[in-house]
Nanobody, 129 residues
Framework: QVHLVESGGGLVKAGESLRISCVAS????????MGWFRQIPGKEREFVAG????????YYRDSTKGRFTISRDTAKNTVDLQMHSVNPEDTAVYYC??????????????????????WGQGTQVTVSS
């Protein structure tokens, strides 16, 4: 069972950049498709970005395309989310999640939170205007 821990969240100003990271223990992230989700109080968790297990496919919600980049580092066993030009609407708790690489339909289901098997505890990102 893989254990995920996010880090790197904090308070930033609108227009700035922030990089958050997810490190895995108890397993290798090479066995998983990975996703980043975010949630604000009172709202459902929403998909932000995803990357397939081999790193050849990346996926983004429309509002983050061109601003956010998801990447994975197999040597460090991490998945990062680089965020540029952040705005107050990006304020949320950000979670990383892992889904088995055996799912050949990931490219069509990446935004569905229920398919992910493991979740981290989240890291708070706050963007001030």
């Amino acid at each position: 069972q893989v254990h995920l821990v996010e880090s790197g969240g904090g308070l930033v100003k609108a227009g700035e950049s922030l990089r958050i990271s997810c490190v895995a223990s108890g397993g290798t992230l090479n066995d998983y498709n990975m996703g980043w989700f975010r949630q604000i109080p009172g709202k459902e968790r929403e998909f932000v970005a995803g990357i397939n297990w081999i790193g050849t496919g990346t996926y983004y919600r429309d509002s983050t395309k061109g601003r956010f980049t998801i990447s994975r580092d197999t040597a460090k066993n991490t998945v990062d989310l680089q965020m540029h030009s952040v705005n107050p609407e990006d304020t949320a708790v950000y979670y990383c999640a892992a889904h088995s690489r055996d799912d050949e339909s990931y490219s069509s289901r990446f935004s569905t939170s229920s398919i992910y098997d493991y979740w981290g505890q989240g890291t708070q990102v706050t963007v001030s205007s």
